[in-house]
């Protein structure tokens, strides 16, 4: 089961509930998006060589609420211009 990439994060998409508030976010495709993401995850577990795998997600813990927004269908969907901020690990 793919979890949260970040070191300190226990969050996993096997334990996490729908009514919990937390969503999973693969990386981005853009190449220039994904590698602010990348940057971000390298620093926060202090790994320069680390790169993500396909399975690899982010949980929205290390996101803004306002980096979010809802589809049409009430799913919890990601800005284009989001970037995590690791720095909010908890
Ligand atoms: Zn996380």
Not at 6 to 32: A, E, L, M
Not at 37 to 44: N, T
Not at 50 to 63: A, L, N, Q
Request: glycine share 2%.
């Amino acid at each position: 089961m793919p979890s949260c990439v970040v070191k300190w994060c226990r969050n996993h998409t096997d334990h996490h509930h729908k009514d919990s508030g937390i969503t999973f976010h693969v990386f981005p495709q853009n190449p220039c998006r994904r590698e602010q993401w990348v940057k971000a995850v390298q620093l926060e577990r202090q790994e320069n060589d680390w790169m993500p795998s396909k399975s690899s997600r982010i949980c929205s813990i290390h996101f803004r609420d306002d980096d979010f927004y809802l589809s049409k269908k009430g799913f919890r969907m990601i800005k284009r211009v989001a970037t995590p901020s690791c720095t909010v690990c908890i």
